[in-house]
């Protein structure tokens, strides 16, 4: 691809990769930064970079010079730039370690925020909930109540029949009085039917002087 390729506005430039790659995830290499951070922040390593100054600095001091590799006259210049590079990584990994905790300390609050919402979610449709269940209390019929109404049902329910009773018995009352009426008209006009008959009787058997007298 020319120069006038890279010039032209609608061709997409290409990326180049100005650093090699290195073949470890971001993921790894943040927990071994973690570990490495943790690890200085230990007793083992404060003890062990302790014997480890004094020992260098020990044998760079009492030992003959041709065995110092570090002697004390260059004041330990070769200690110096160990201790300064290991400070120069030892900053760095550190921040990352902060930084990964910081990521996971806010992932965290996320999902504290979360269940904090649920749960206030939750609270607020169990309160709903429970002040439902109380207005239904309210509506809902007590013992104490529904004794009453059967109370009340069972004296409408005997009054009803005491009407009924009585009503039979005025009905008896009435159908007794047509039928003693009924009995005493059919009496009567039997009484009359006897008379007429014989008076009829006893005007046939009358003599004819006796009729005149009469």
Known sequence: MSKGDYDALDVPRIKKRRLPSIGMSPESFGKASESFARFMGTPQFLIGM????????????????????????LNFTLLTLILSLQASYAAPLILLAENRSADRDRVEFENDRQRAERNL?????????VASLRIAMREMATRDFI???????????????????????????????KVAVKKAVKKAQAT???????????????????????
């Open 121 to 129: 979610a939750d609270t607020e449709y169990l309160t709903r909930e």
């Open 147 to 177: 004794r009453s109404e059967l109370r009340n049902l069972l004296e409408e329910m005997e009054e009803a029949r005491e009407a009924d009773r009585r009503a039979e018995h005025r009905e008896d009352l009435e159908t007794v009085k």
């Open 192 to 214: 009359a039917e006897a008379t007429a008959l014989k008076a009829a009787r006893d005007a046939v058997q009358t003599p004819p002087e006796n009729r005149e007298d009469a």
């Open 50 to 73: 302790t014997v480890f100054c004094f020992v260098w600095l020990a044998w760079n001091t009492l030992m003959p010079e041709p065995l110092q590799f570090d002697p004390r006259a």
